[in-house]
């Protein structure tokens, strides 16, 4: 079927009590047990399953072409991925432009506990290539790229893994602009707050795999770790992704206009969009002043909603990369283009750019 229709369907069966078309929300921390370890299906727990998020997890699997593992944020499920895979002493290569929660993740946390990594430009193939060493066990992409949105090409680096896993953070592109396991990944990570939640109202992530031990090692750390998402937030993602291709549709259209705009005036640079997806970034010298001055696009961190919204990513949301490899210049404008009517959009920056 068509991605429209599954977008509209995935992960939804009537309610078996009451066949409510959409299911409830299991607001619940436990299961009734008719006898001492008798429980319907996994239910015995609600941080170990919980069929909010089990629907959740469903769809999610149905529309990136595996088997999803849900979390309380994109994080959380980077931090489930890069602890199931490695071990202390191993050998991570992350991309040399990223969000800067990731190299936070890699540089502050579980590089005390032994874990090796480098970062490379992903689009230099031949450096990929020299960094991915017999210690490598993940290779972590992320495209397209936040800020910078650099496209990476997954099958090339797929030939390039050595004994490697390969996951890719496809949260700028959704799962429909790109799949990556369809391309030879083994798994994919997305911050569900974003375009697949789609409204600005919810935390969340998920990692999505086809290897059955790869996809039961992270639903064990999932419960290990206990980073699940709230019934509520598994509900509000899971209803996003039924318009996640109509929104999609709108959130480029909405950019091109911006990138048509921006192209054509003095004191802008560098603007990128990887001609698909909301997300526009470009730089000028007043970088700050503009940010400041739009009115529909709203200065706050985050991206993917509805809503247009508007960063300078050196000051908000890539202070962590600040002084590394990763680091973000500081004339960057991110542009999260919404849903909006594109012309009222090219106004409000018309407006803001002086
Ligand atoms: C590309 C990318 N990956 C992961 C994350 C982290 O997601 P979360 O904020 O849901 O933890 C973000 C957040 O901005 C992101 O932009």
């Not at 490695?86 to 946390?109: I, Q």
């Amino acid at each position: 079927m068509d991605f429209a229709t599954r977008a509209v369907h995935a992960g939804l069966d009537p309610d078996p009590t009451y066949r409510s078309v959409i299911p409830a929300i299991h607001q619940t921390s436990t299961f009734a047990q008719p006898a001492v370890g008798e429980f319907v299906e996994d239910y015995d727990y609600a941080r170990s399953a919980n069929p909010t998020r089990t629907a959740l997890e469903r769809a999610l699997g149905e529309l990136d072409g595996g088997r999803a593992v849900a979390f309380s944020s994109g994080m959380a499920a980077a931090h489930a991925v890069i602890t199931h895979v490695c071990a202390a002493g191993d050998h991570v290569v992350l991309p040399a432009d990223l969000y800067g929660g990731t190299y936070r993740l890699v540089d502050k946390v579980l590089a005390r506990w032994g874990l090796r990594y480098d970062l490379v430009d992903q689009t230099d193939l031949d450096a990929l290539e020299r960094a991915i060493t017999d210690d490598t066990k993940l290779v972590w992409v992320e495209t397209p790229t936040n800020p910078l949105l650099n496209v990476v090409d997954v099958p090339e680096v797929v030939a390039r893994r050595r004994g490697a896993l390969v996951a890719v953070d496809s949260t700028f592109a959704t799962p429909v602009n790109q799949r990556p396991l369809e391309l030879g990944a083994d798994v994919v990570v997305h911050s569900t707050t974003k375009y697949l939640g789609g409204h600005s109202d919810v935390v969340g992530g998920a990692a999505i795999a086809t290897d059955d031990a790869l996809v039961e090692g992270l639903r064990f750390v999932q419960n290990a770790v206990g980073a699940v998402p709230a019934p509520l937030d598994a509900f509000l993602v899971h209803r996003g992704l039924r318009t996640l291709h109509l929104r999609m549709a709108a959130h480029a259209e909405s950019a091109r206009a911006v990138v048509e705009l921006l192209n054509g005036t003095p004191g802008v640079s560098d603007v990128r969009w990887p001609g698909f997806s909301g997300m526009v970034s470009f730089r000028h010298p007043d970088a700050v002043g503009i940010a400041e001055r739009t009115r529909l696009f709203t200065l706050a961190e985050s991206l993917g909603g509805v809503e247009s919204l508007i960063e300078v990513p050196q000051a908000m949301t890539h202070q962590s990369v600040e002084g590394s490899d990763a680091a973000v210049p500081a004339d960057l404008v991110r542009l999260s283009c919404g849903v909006e009517a594109p012309a009222d959009l090219v106004e409000d920056l018309r407006r803001a750019i002086p």
